[in-house]
């Protein structure tokens, strides 16, 4: 059994390559809709957020307001860490226990889709891991267009990763998706063959 960790810059197209291999067979972990779940009201988080950011990031049918709270965030780098520091273990805990359960079922290959892979350190859970990347150019105007963001807005939210250069040198795959999406199904297919097949190496 793999596990690899996936990871990729915000609007590098890391969403398509992840299902491109849950399609393939991968049991992927998602740690953005881990996130989705615990701060949908009644989770872990949502309390919490609200308590902290007051009912300003609350919309009217109770769910959260999560453009108004990455406009908080993304603004103000001690609202970010507070953010990180409640939010990471309680997605790290349910990372873990989902992780455990699909080593159980004994899955060829579990994929841990994490945004913050290096940044939060949890490329420690992967045996390899891989990058999906843009040029930033490109990733800002996918961002604008994706998302309806300013490019204020873009940019904060890029600039709150770590540097693309420095991914490159941790992951141990890279997946470029500069070019057509033809291009980068090749790529990942390629992978998959490798981790399927081949093993790790």
Same mark, same amino acid.
């Given at each position: 059994m793999n596990i690899i960790g996936l990871t990729g810059g915000i609007a590098s197209g890391k969403s398509? /390559?992840?299902?491109?291999?849950?399609? %393939?067979? @991968? @049991? /992927?972990l998602d740690a953005d809709r881990i996130a989705r779940e615990l701060s949908e009201p009644g989770g872990k988080l949502h309390a919490e957020y609200v308590h902290h950011f007051g009912a300003e990031v609350l919309q009217s049918d109770g769910t959260l307001n999560r453009r108004r709270i990455g406009q908080i /965030?993304?603004?103000?780098?001690?609202?970010k860490q507070w953010l990180d520091a409640v939010s990471h273990p309680a997605i790290r805990a349910e990372l873990l226990r989902k992780l455990e359960q699909k080593r159980n #079922? %004994?899955?060829? &290959?579990? &994929?841990?889709?994490i945004p913050l892979l290096f940044e939060s350190g949890w490329d420690k859970m992967a045996d390899k891991t891989c990058l999906v990347y843009v040029d930033e150019s490109v990733q800002l105007q996918r961002l604008m267009k994706r998302d309806g963001y300013t490019r204020r807005e873009a940019q904060d939210r890029i @600039? @709150?990763?770590?540097?693309?250069? #420095? %991914?490159k040198k941790r992951a141990d795959y890279l997946i470029d998706n500069n070019g057509s999406l033809m291009d980068t199904v090749q790529q990942a297919e390629e992978l998959w063959k490798e981790w399927i097949h081949g093993g790790l190496s």
């Open positions: 398509t /390559v992840s299902s491109f291999f849950r399609q %393939k067979g @991968a @049991a /992927v /965030v993304f603004s103000d780098p001690q609202q #079922e %004994k899955q060829r &290959l579990i &994929l841990l889709d @600039a @709150a990763q770590m540097p693309l250069e #420095e %991914k």
